[in-house]
């Protein structure tokens, strides 16, 4: 626990843990709102920070990596989203503001098994097939009792 001035206190939710958790409710934000959303939450590198912005940020900010880091990071992330946006060839952040959003689907439709080839169910089957048959199940519980 971090002393401040003889105090102390949980933190709040913070840094990589919380990027798909932040990326998820921009994309909500940006999807339900029509004033600018500030991308916060897992910001460390420009990527990080790029992900935001195709989600729909129109700004985004850094707490814990700054902290950890110094304020440096964020010339490496102004240098890396800068040569990021010239090798696509936008000219300002509006050009991709966003893009990603019409990609973002619930999870349960992205992940269907029907679009997996007929090689890879096949596989998927035998798998399941083999974690639940009893000669398995058997030996999972001997090995179990031994440990
Ligand atoms: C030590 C610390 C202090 C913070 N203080 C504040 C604060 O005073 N007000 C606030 O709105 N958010 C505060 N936050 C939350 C951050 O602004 C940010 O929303 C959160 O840390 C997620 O971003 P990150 O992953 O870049 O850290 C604080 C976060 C940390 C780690």
Known sequence: MPDVGGKSSHGGY?????????????SCAAKAVKIPVIGIGGIGYWNDAAEHIALGASITQVC????????R????MIDGL?????????????DFRGRALQNVKDWETSTST?????????????????????VRTARTSASSLTR
């Open 14 to 26: 913070c840094g990589p843990a919380m990027k798909p958790v932040a990326l998820h409710l921009v």
């Open 114 to 134: 029907t679009k997996l080839s007929p090689t890879l169910k096949k596989i998927c089957a035998s798998a399941a097939n083999f974690a639940t048959s009893p």
């Open 64 to 71: 814990t990596a700054a902290m950890h880091y110094g304020f």
């Open 73 to 76: 990071i964020v010339e490496d």
């Open 82 to 94: 800068s040569a990021y946006m010239d090798d696509h060839g936008f000219r300002s952040i509006t």
